[in-house]
């Protein structure tokens, strides 16, 4: 299994930007599970601070949870027919820059197994 994000860049406030965490290899099994059994989850770590879960998706996609400075402004969705994760990004402001991780939790314990390399976001005021 194999996490790819792409979809990052350098906005100015007040911009959107939507990433993208495509899962590829070996047909995105692992432990007996597709893509569509794991819930997932978006994370972000600015320099010189901790990484922190921004938003998590259930496998089924019933069931989402966002930090609150997030709340109203990122939206998480998945395409379980692509193998696909989304976090689409509204309203960006300074504090949201971050390198982006996307994260695959395979038994539903929030112990996240597969981890991409990330993508960067850049909000300039």
């Known amino acids: 299994v194999q996490l790819v994000e792409s979809g990052g860049g350098s906005v100015q406030a007040g911009d959107s930007l939507r990433l993208s965490c495509v899962c590829v290899g070996s047909g995105c099994v692992a432990s007996g599970r597709t893509f569509s059994r794991f819930d997932m989850a978006w994370f972000r770590q600015a320099p010189g601070k901790e990484r922190e879960s921004v938003a998590s998706?259930?496998?089924?996609?019933?069931?989402?949870d966002y930090i609150d400075s997030v709340k109203g402004r990122f939206t998480i969705s998945r395409d379980n027919a692509r193998n696909t994760l989304h976090l689409q990004m509204n309203s960006l402001r300074p504090d949201d820059t971050a390198a982006y991780f996307c994260?695959?939790?395979?038994?539903?314990?929030?112990?996240?197994?597969?981890w991409g390399h990330g993508t960067q976001v850049t909000v300039s005021a």
């Open positions: 994260a695959a939790d395979l038994n539903s314990d929030r112990e996240y197994e597969y």
């Open positions: 998706i259930s496998w089924t996609g019933a069931i989402t």
